[in-house]
C-alpha cells in the first residue's frame, strides 16, 4: 500500500522557519536603530520625564561649553553625552530637538580616561560590540549609517577604534576619532573641532586644549562625568560660585 507524504507538516515546517527568520531580521533592524526609541512622545521613557537632559541639550543653543555633572547610573554617559554626539555625528535630529544642529558632517574628538575604557564604554554605546563586526551597529548610531571597512583600529587595544566614519544626513561623511586623557595634552592638539565629547573627568590641560580645538568652529565641548575629584579645577569651571574665596551672593 503506497502513502502520499504529509504536506501538512512540511508546509508547517516552513512557515514556522520563514516566521523565525522573520523574527530575527526584525530584531537585527530594531538592534540598529537604538537611537529611535529614546525619548519619545509617551510611554514610560517618554522625555518629559527628563527635564534636566532636556535642559542640557537646549543649552547647547547658547553655550557652547556644557556639563553634565551628575551620579553614576543616571545615564550620562548613554542618554546624555552618546545620544547628542550620535545627532550631531549623522543629523538625524528628531522634530522636538531645540539645541545646537549642525547642518553638514563634523569632526568629532570623543575621549575617556585610557583606551580601554574608552572602548568598554564610550565607543560600547557610540557603536555596540566593537570587537565583532556582526555586532557593529548595535549602539546609538544607527547600524546603516556605519560602514565596517571605514573605520581605523587603536594600535595596541584589541577591539578599539581610532577614527570612524559615520554618514551625515546631508550627505558626506562624519569623523569621529578616539582618544584617552592617559596619553597627555599633546595626542589632543592640531585638527580643529565642531564637537569634543569628555566622558569622565579630564585633566584641566586636556579640557582646555579641547576648548581650544572648537574656537575657530565654534563649536561644542560636552563633558558627562561624576565629580570624584570633589571641586577640581575642572568642576570648578562650572560651579565657580562654589570656589574659595568666590562671592556667595
Not at 523565525?20 to 526584525?26: D, F, G, N, Q, S
Not at 568598554?120 to 551597529?137: K, N, W
Not at 589632543?188 to 582646555?208: C, I, K, N
Request: proline share 6%; aromatic share 10%; charged share 25%.
Amino acid at each position: 500500500m503506497l502513502s502520499l507524504p504529509d504536506s501538512s507538516s512540511s508546509l508547517k515546517r516552513e512557515a514556522l522557519e520563514r516566521a523565525t527568520a522573520i523574527a530575527r531580521e526584525l530584531e537585527r533592524r530594531t538592534a540598529r536603530r537604538k537611537l529611535a526609541t529614546l525619548y519619545p512622545d509617551d510611554g514610560p521613557l517618554r522625555r518629559d520625564l527628563y527635564p534636566k537632559h532636556m535642559q542640557f541639550f537646549a543649552a547647547g543653543i547658547k553655550h557652547r561649553e556644557r556639563c553634565m555633572m551628575a551620579a553614576n547610573r543616571v545615564g550620562k554617559t548613554f542618554g546624555v553625552g552618546g545620544y547628542e554626539t550620535t545627532l550631531h555625528l549623522t543629523g538625524l535630529y528628531p522634530s522636538w530637538w531645540d539645541g545646537r544642529r549642525f547642518d553638514h558632517p563634523i569632526d568629532a574628538l570623543i575621549a575617556g580616561d585610557t583606551g580601554t575604557t574608552t572602548r568598554d564604554i564610550v565607543q560600547r554605546v557610540l557603536f555596540g560590540d566593537t570587537g565583532a563586526p556582526e555586532r557593529f551597529g548595535t549602539g546609538l548610531i544607527p547600524g546603516d549609517a556605519l560602514d565596517w571597512e571605514r573605520t581605523t583600529s587603536w594600535s595596541g587595544i584589541p577591539g578599539a577604534f581610532d577614527v570612524v566614519q559615520v554618514r551625515h544626513a546631508s550627505g558626506g561623511w562624519s569623523q569621529a576619532q578616539f582618544r584617552s586623557y592617559d596619553q597627555g595634552r599633546t595626542k589632543f592638539q592640531g585638527t580643529s573641532r565642531h564637537l569634543v565629547w569628555l566622558d569622565e573627568e579630564p585633566p584641566e590641560d586636556v579640557y582646555d586644549e579641547c576648548v581650544m580645538r572648537t574656537m575657530t568652529t565654534k563649536g561644542l565641548v560636552l563633558a558627562t562625568f561624576t565629580p570624584l575629584l570633589g571641586l577640581s579645577a575642572v568642576a570648578l569651571k562650572f560651579l565657580p560660585h562654589l570656589a574659595p574665596g568666590a562671592s556667595k551672593g
